[in-house]
């Protein structure tokens, strides 16, 4: 009996929680069909009375939507390339390769975690003001393809599982580093690959920092540009228009999330279990 109202009881506070996390989202899916005046009535209006799509249509007449979604599409999925091409590499190296200096270069890696970014924004764009990437996409894509700390770690920690006698394996039958790490250790790293790069792609798509120093041109602005700028105090905010933009916003990550859930919740589940 016990065992059950111990059950009952996990599974309610499971549900409060899961309606916690759920309710603002659902609550901007229902705001972006309302009108402007419904969304302000008292007590609130979850479902609205008429079930319309005219804001999404109006979005698309105030902003260059099509135009903002390519560019942070074009964003996203080229550092998310990056992220995995250069942490990969680095991750690979840290795990397998015996060289001086290994623990000591990793520790340093993964001290550069606890540097606040504001710390490094101003030399990273004195850098790409030198390199003449200003207000181009350039500037938020290279950084991607030098690795990163995060990126690094979880894939170190995930290589450090695969047991190393497949490579013994593969190094006497010929193959090299790059051949190992093509033909066996990423086809059995794809829940930790598919888990950085959900993260990094949500990164690179939800930033608004990044664009705002190094974009100005309305023709390179991004969908988080658009959507800041609908707040921005010139007119009055439209938050219908601005839920129906931010719904289209969480769309390709949710439609991300539900494609690599599997690969992602492994990932995260066995990253880290062996030293």
């Keep these: ?48 009375d008429q079930i319309h799509l005219r804001n999404y249509r109006a979005i698309m007449d105030v902003l260059p939507l099509g135009k903002l979604l390519l560019n ?44 606040p970014a504001q710390v490094t924004m101003i030399p990273t764009f004195l850098i790409m003001k030198s390199l003449g990437l200003i207000d181009t996409l350039y500037a938020l894509i290279v950084p991607a393809f030098f690795g990163g700390a995060f990126g690094t770690f979880l894939l170190r920690q995930f290589f450090s599982t695969i047991p190393t006698d497949l490579e ?24 930790a690959l598919a888990t950085l790069a ?9 930033d608004l920092l990044g664009p705002v120093i190094y974009l100005s041109s309305v023709e390179n602005a991004t969908l988080t540009m658009g959507l800041a700028n ?16 931010s719904v289209l916003s969480v769309l390709p990550i949710l439609l991300l999330l539900i494609i690599g859930q599997r690969w992602f919740v492994k990932g995260i589940a066995t990253t880290g279990l062996k030293e």
């Excluded at 013994?168 to 193959?175: E, L, P, S, V």
């Design 198 to 206: 959900l993260f990094t792609f949500m990164t690179y798509w939800n």
């Design 1 to 48: 009996m016990d065992r059950a109202i111990r059950k009952i009881v996990r599974y309610v506070l499971l549900t409060a929680i899961g309606a916690v996390m759920v309710g603002p989202f659902l609550w901007m899916v229902s705001t972006s069909m309302m009108d402007q005046q419904d969304i302000f009535r008292v007590p609130p209006l979850w479902i609205p």
């Design 230 to 245: 609908l707040q921005s105090g010139v007119m009055v905010t439209r938050y219908d228009l601005l839920m129906a933009g």
């Design 168 to 191: 013994d394996a593969a190094r006497m039958d010929g193959c090299g580093r790059f051949r190992i790490l093509w033909s066996i250790v990423l086809p059995l790293s794809k829940p």
């Design 72 to 115: 942070s599409f074009t964003i996203a999925v080229s550092a998310t390339v990056g992220q995995l091409c250069s942490c990969t590499l680095a991750a690979y190296a840290f795990a397998r390769m015996r060289f001086r200096g290994n623990g000591v270069l990793y520790f340093v890696l993964l001290a550069t975690m606890m540097i």
